[in-house]
T-cell receptor, first 112, second 115 residues
Framework: SQTIHQWPATLVQPVGSPLSLECTVEGTSNPNLYWYRQAAGRGLQLLFY??????ISSEVPQNLSASRPQDRQFILSSKKLLLSDSGFYLCAWRAGGMGTQYFGPGTRLTVL | KQEVTQIPAALSVPEGENLVLNCSFT??????LQWFRQDPGKGLTSLLLIQSSQREQTSGRLNASLDKSSGRSTLYIAASQPGDSATYLC??????????????FGKGTKLSVIP
């Protein structure tokens, strides 16, 4: 069966510090991968998605970037965090096509 | 641009009651619709996926319906239990431009089942 991991589970970082969040998927190959942010009262916002290694699409302009160095690894990064980057970050995967999308456990990021 | 609305934003019911959660979307050109459950501080758990050609899907005490032409879906929960307390999110899968097909989410309905 497929599983999706995210770490760390929680993170508190000062403004201006760098960020690296990691997501890995097991039990499938060549998944579509997604990064979402969930802010209080605003719903889920798609940040990045990837259909293959090295292929990254950004949905919104922002202070963040994403990379996919391996087939089942997706990384969310920032060089300098802003207060507005605080939120709950969720990684998700879906097999190619229009099937079910599965989410990871999330990372709670607080920028102080 | 696709917009998804969920009403009500919050719902409180006594244990054992049957209930319906509503989801509406503005563009009927969707591929499928997915219902999720989210517990506080946790990720999303997929409950049901309805393809655009289907009218309903069932899983245990859950039944989801889809009326694509009117842009509506409902999630019916039978014989509610305190363990059903969570936020329920609806998402539609549709073309979002530039060769991309993405999920658009509603803001969810927070359900509380009172023992």
């Amino acid at each position: 069966s497929q599983t999706i991991h995210q770490w760390p589970a929680t993170l508190v970082q000062p403004v201006g510090s760098p960020l690296s969040l990691e997501c890995t998927v097991e039990g499938t190959s060549n998944p579509n991968l997604y990064w979402y942010r969930q802010a209080a009262g605003r719903g889920l916002q798609l940040l990045f998605y990837s259909v293959g290694i090295g292929q990254i699409s950004s949905e919104v302009p922002q202070n963040l970037s994403a990379s996919r160095p391996q087939d089942r690894q997706f990384i969310l990064s920032s060089k300098k965090l802003l207060l507005s980057d605080s939120g709950f970050y969720l990684c998700a995967w879906r097999a190619g096509g229009m099937g079910t999308q599965y989410f990871g456990p999330g990372t709670r990021l607080t920028v102080l | 641009k696709q917009e998804v609305t969920q009403i009500p934003a919050a719902l409180s019911v006594p244990e054992g009651e049957n209930l319906v959660l509503n989801c509406s979307f503005t563009d009927s050109a969707i591929y499928n619709l997915q219902w999720f459950r989210q517990d506080p501080g946790k990720g999303l758990t997929s409950l049901l996926l309805i393809q655009s050609s289907q009218r309903e899907q069932t899983s245990g005490r859950l039944n989801a319906s889809l009326d694509k032409s009117s842009g509506r879906s409902t999630l019916y929960i039978a014989a509610s239990q305190p363990g059903d307390s969570a936020t329920y999110l609806c998402a539609v899968h549709a073309y979002s431009g530039a060769g991309s097909y993405q999920l658009t989410f509603g803001k969810g309905t927070k359900l509380s089942v009172i023992p």
